[in-house]
């Protein structure tokens, strides 16, 4: 019984070691976020792609990152509106967003849904900025 419950244990660290893994060899930046909030997963490439320092991930707290990334969009209101509507969906959802440096992210959203409960949002991000117009924002002089 005991070798039994061991081999679960070790089952089940490789395959959060494998999720891990995956998660962060994805060239999209992913999310997923319960229903009060609680970051339940992200990795390394969303950090990277919305700037987020390791502090604010670490922290695990989806308002306080709705909150940082506001300033980097061109249309923040409608983005902290679609989320919130969201959350309360059972339904996916594909949009552009429109950042002010001039990139410009795909955003797929799925609801996380266990048996008949909405528990929670997988967002994953793509970027799909013209690679010269990105280039061509950043090396502007502030």
Same mark, same amino acid.
């Given at each position: 019984?005991?070798?039994?419950?061991?081999?679960?244990?070790?089952?089940?660290?490789?395959?959060?070691?494998?999720?891990?893994?995956? &998660?962060?060899? #994805? +060239? %999209?930046?992913?999310?997923? !976020?319960?229903?009060?909030?609680?970051? /339940? *997963? @992200?990795?390394? $490439? =969303?950090?990277?792609?919305?700037?987020?320092?390791?502090? &604010?991930?670490? #922290? +695990? %707290?989806?308002?306080?990152? !709705?909150?940082?990334?506001?300033?980097? /969009? *061109? @249309?923040?209101? $409608? =983005?902290?509106?679609?989320?919130?509507?969201?959350?309360?969906?059972?339904?996916?959802?594909?949009?552009?967003?429109?950042?002010?440096?001039?990139?410009?992210?795909?955003?797929?959203?799925?609801?996380?849904?266990?048996?008949?409960?909405?528990?929670?949002?997988?967002?994953?991000?793509?970027?799909?900025?013209?690679?010269?117009?990105?280039?061509?924002?950043?090396?502007?002089?502030?």
């Amino acid at each position: 019984m005991l070798a039994r419950k061991q081999q679960e244990v070790a089952n089940l660290t490789r395959n959060e070691e494998v999720l891990h893994a995956t &998660l962060n060899a #994805a +060239a %999209d930046g992913i999310l997923a !976020v319960d229903t009060l909030g609680h970051v /339940l *997963v @992200s990795n390394r $490439q =969303f950090a990277k792609m919305w700037h987020i320092p390791p502090d &604010l991930i670490e #922290a +695990a %707290d989806d308002n306080e990152l !709705v909150k940082f990334v506001m300033d980097q /969009l *061109v @249309s923040p209101e $409608q =983005f902290a509106s679609k989320v919130r509507e969201l959350y309360r969906s059972y339904n996916p959802s594909t949009d552009i967003l429109h950042f002010r440096d001039g990139r410009i992210f795909t955003r797929f959203s799925q609801p996380l849904v266990m048996g008949d409960t909405l528990c929670g949002r997988v967002w994953t991000f793509r970027d799909i900025s013209p690679h010269d117009q990105v280039k061509a924002a950043t090396d502007q002089p502030h």
